[in-house]
């Protein structure tokens, strides 16, 4: 099929990008295009215009301040992949990385995008909510924060506004002693995951952890967080114990959706083994000191 009619706007510049979201209600950015040129073609999306944010080289940056890496929203995914100043500050992003489908959408697709569209089998979503990401929102208004955390707000919705534009994510550098961890099962590699999980864990010299942060994704409406593996990990010595009970806790809950990919029952022992798998990894990242950068 072929999209709707639309009209469409080559902003060059931030401002006019956000004069024309104010202006137009019933318009909606493109970046890479990758999940809504898809949508338009099959008429699930019809915006009466596209504001093309891919001539704005203001929004595509990678940038250190101090104990924050800034990445702006049409940073592409290949660029997240790849950048070293990324790798080091953030290694739980780039190893997360293949795993957003094939290199040749990985070219066009960015951070943005991926994040403004809250698909909950990304893997965005649910590694900026594990590394405590802080999303800088701009509006002809105004500008904002919102916490990764609060951003998702349900299946493919997020705290945007209308006329609200995704501008930055601020990923705060990983602690020392802080391992990380990206898994996912997917049907074949590219593919959306069926269940996937992110972490990032810290221990003391002594080997005990003293903050975990475990995300799931594919398995709800959007990234959830782990909170009864992250209680069952704090505070002990990450061993195999620990590592199983937080594998039980991460699924105690747990009513992942069925579909024609995979049952929630599959997928919530999908989970089992890829909190244990990435929990353990992370663990011993953490004890080798943790982050490179
Ligand atoms: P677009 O498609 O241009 O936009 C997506 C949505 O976000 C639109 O609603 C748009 O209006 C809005 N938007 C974009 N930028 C902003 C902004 N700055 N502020 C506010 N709103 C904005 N993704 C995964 O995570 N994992 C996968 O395994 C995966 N597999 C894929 C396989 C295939 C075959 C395809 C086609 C896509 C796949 N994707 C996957 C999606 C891909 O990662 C997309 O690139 C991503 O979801 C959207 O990014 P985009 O830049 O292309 O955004």
């Not at 290949?78 to 070219?107: C, G, K, Y």
């Not at 501008?167 to 996912?184: H, I, K, M, Y």
């Not at 022992?269 to 982050?291: D, I, M, W």
Request: net charge neutral; with cysteine.
């Amino acid at each position: 099929m072929k999209p709707a009619p639309f009209e469409y706007y080559a902003p060059r510049t931030l401002e006019e990008a956000l004069d024309l979201l104010a202006a137009r209600e019933d318009a909606k950015p493109l970046a890479g295009g990758q999940s809504l040129i898809p949508a338009l073609n099959f008429r699930l999306a019809r915006p009466a215009a596209l504001v093309d944010l891919g001539n704005i080289a203001e929004l595509r940056y990678v940038r250190r301040d101090n104990g924050t890496l800034l990445l702006g929203a049409m940073t592409r995914h290949v660029t997240l992949e790849h950048d070293e100043s990324v790798a080091a500050a953030a290694p739980l992003v780039r190893e997360a990385m293949p795993h957003v489908a094939h290199p040749q959408i990985r070219n066009r697709g960015t951070l943005g995008g991926s994040l403004a569209h809250a698909d909950p089998a990304a893997e965005l979503p649910a590694v900026m909510v594990t590394l405590g990401a802080a999303f800088v929102v701009r509006s002809r208004s105004g500008e904002r924060t919102v916490q990764a955390a609060e951003f998702f707000t349900g299946l493919f919705a997020t705290a945007l506004a209308p006329g609200e534009l995704l501008v930055e994510v601020r990923v705060p550098v990983l602690s020392p002693r802080t391992g990380w961890a990206f898994d996912e099962v997917a049907r074949r590699h590219g593919d959306f995951a069926l269940a996937g999980v992110a972490a990032a864990v810290t221990s003391s010299e002594g080997g005990v952890c003293t903050s975990a942060r475990i995300t799931l994704l594919s398995v709800g409406d959007g990234p959830m967080r782990a909170s009864g593996a992250e209680q069952a990990l704090i505070g002990r010595a990450a061993d195999a114990k620990a590592i199983a009970d937080a594998a039980e806790e991460a699924i105690r809950e747990l009513e992942p959706p069925s579909d024609i990919h995979a049952s929630g029952g599959y997928r919530k022992s999908l989970v089992r083994v890829l909190v244990k798998r990435v929990v353990e990894r992370a663990v011993k990242r953490a004890a080798g000191g943790g982050r490179s950068g």
